[in-house]
Each structure stands twice: as C-alpha cells, then as structure tokens.
C-alpha cells in the first residue's frame, strides 16, 4: 500500500502496489510400510513482490525524490517485512503494521532525504526554497496520520548519538517487531500520542543520511540495510 492522492494531501502524490501470493506445497514421506504418504499440513510458500511504483507527473524535481523515497520504502516493507497473506494455515506471516508506524517509518524516511538534499543544494536556489516548503507541508498535512506518523517517529528516533547505519537498523528492528515507535526522550521537541509519551531511549538529532544523494532510494536502503 502507498500514500493516498488527495485533494488535501499536497505532499503525497505517489502510490506503492505490492502483492503476496501463497502456494501449499505438500511434503511427501513414507509410513511404516514404504509406502509413500503425504503430510495433512502442508507447507505454505510466499512469494511477494512490488509490482508498480506510481508518481504523479508535473512535480518539481525535489519532490518527486521525496515521493520515491516514500513509496521505495513501503515496498521494502512489503518485501522485507511482509503482511499477512489471509490463509487460513498461516502462522508466520506478521500482523498487519499499523497505519500510524508504516507511514511513520516512511515519512521519517522521506524526511531524512530531504534534509540530505538541504545540504547539498545551493542555499538561494530554487530547489532549496522547494524543499524547505515541502517539509514545513509534510509537518502541516492535515490528510490521514501522515504528519502525526512523521512527528512519533521523529520524536522517538531523536537524540543525542550521531545517525549511523547500526541506529536506523536497531530503530527499525525495534519498531517492526513491537508494531510501535520505541520510547523517546525528555527532551524530545515532537510531541507524541499515546504509544510515546513515556521516557526512554532516543537516538540522533534529524539530520540527513550518508546515502550517496545520486540514488534517491538508496537514502533509504543504505541505511536501514537489515
């Protein structure tokens, strides 16, 4: 799943389809006798996979990396993490990730990028005032939990350790497997809901990544690298 177009969304103007297919492959072994039987349970295959990443036309060059940014990182959870596939037999499938934490993760995501590209353009250029204007809209949106996703997942990845590779892979590794933003800091400047208002641990300030800025889904995948 992908971001919603929106007449009230001005930031998210691309969509993510994935899909998971499920095959029953049954294990063949023999009784007491030699003869050949067939296991009652068989084994439950999963094939996944991101079959198309939409963008709409007519965006500035800067927001169309923040839209792929974006839907690149729903399809590596698709991929990596997976939904639940709806077979009856399935034990090993994950619970569905809550709306809240997967547009979270993916905004946060698409937040770091832009901050990278702050960087890295010329201050008194056109891209610099576009994506100053697109973050301030990614804080503002009013359209679905997208502003308030950003705004948990920040407060809880913030702190005081420089960002690192290992801090985005142990971040993600917490959240995917509670279903839940870790704990954040006192001093945190976002405001969270009720999955984080309570003291604990927090990493880095909001910096950018040190994915190479040539590969607008390598922001993400570099740095997550489970």
């Known amino acids: 799943s992908g971001a919603a177009l929106s007449g009230v969304d001005h930031v998210h103007t691309g969509e993510c389809l994935s899909s998971v297919q499920v095959n029953e ?6 009784n ?17 996979s991101v079959t198309e990443i939409r963008i709409l036309e007519g ?3 800067e927001a169309v990396g ?4 974006h839907e690149a990182l729903h399809g590596w959870l698709a991929l990596w993490r997976g939904q639940p596939c709806g077979h009856a037999l399935c034990r090993v499938c994950p619970q569905q990730l809550p709306e809240l934490i997967a547009e979270g993760l993916c905004e946060l995501a698409a937040y770091q990028y832009l901050k990278m590209r702050k960087r890295e353009v010329d201050r008194d250029s056109h ?5 100053d204007y697109t973050i301030r809209q990614m804080f503002e949106n009013t359209a ?10 920040l407060g809880s990845f913030e702190g005081n350790e420089p960002i690192s590779r290992r801090r985005y892979r142990l971040f993600f590794e917490q959240t995917l497997s509670t279903g839940r933003f870790p704990r954040k800091i006192k001093n945190s400047p976002f ?11 927090g990493a880095g300030g909001g910096g ?4 190479n800025a040539a590969s607008v889904t390598g922001a993400v995948i570099a740095n997550i690298a489970l």
């Open 25 to 30: 492959v049954l294990q063949e072994g023999s």
């Open 32 to 48: 007491s006798g030699g003869s050949s039987v067939s296991s009652a349970h068989p084994d439950l295959i999963h094939t996944r």
């Open 66 to 69: 923040r839209t792929l940014v």
């Open 144 to 153: 679905g939990c997208y502003a308030v996703g950003l705004k948990q997942a």
């Open 208 to 211: 950018g990544t040190t994915a």
């Open 127 to 131: 891209a610099h005032r576009v994506i």
């Open 59 to 61: 965006q500035h060059l």
């Open 191 to 201: 405001k969270l809901g009720r999955d984080g208002d309570d003291d604990g641990d």
